[in-house]
């Protein structure tokens, strides 16, 4: 019953900026952390940012740091990606993704699972983002 609704793709030009929204059930995330996943053609599925549920501290790739800001909007139900500086290398097909958090006594207990997709259970159905001048 859990379902992520995924928004904010588009194509735009290096150095522009796209904000993507995850909508979903309070109740999903207030139990649920929440990553976001790319996926360039020919390549594997990467962790790009996730958000812990219970704090609201967010994790990033390291080529992202700086210029990708996640956060949770309770007014709206959504967790976003505010994305800025965007460049080729950011292409790809964006998915939101809401799976349990590190259990006590795990190694990232309190934080998130930002490097592992198979540690999230749901998903959502993806949104293309293309930068390209």
């Known amino acids: 019953q859990v379902q992520l609704v995924e928004s904010g793709g588009g194509l735009v030009q290096p150095g522009g900026s796209l904000r993507l929204s995850c909508a979903a059930s309070?109740?999903?995330?207030?139990?649920?952390?929440i990553g976001w996943f790319r996926q360039a053609p020919g390549r594997e599925r990467e962790g790009v940012s996730c958000i812990v549920s219970s704090d609201g501290s967010g994790w990033y790739l390291n080529s992202v740091k700086g210029r990708f800001t996640i956060s949770r909007d309770d007014a709206h139900n959504t967790v976003n990606l505010q994305m800025e500086n965007l460049t080729p290398e950011d292409t790809g097909i964006y998915y939101c993704?809401?799976?349990?958090?590190?259990?006590?006594?795990?190694?990232?207990?309190?934080?998130?699972?930002?490097?592992?997709?198979?540690?999230?259970?749901?998903w959502g159905q993806g949104t293309q983002v293309t930068v390209s001048s």
């Open positions: 309070k109740s999903t995330l207030d139990n649920y952390n």
């Open positions: 993704a809401a799976g349990d958090p590190p259990p006590r006594g795990h190694l990232l207990y309190g934080a998130c699972y930002y490097y592992d997709d198979k540690k999230y259970t749901y």
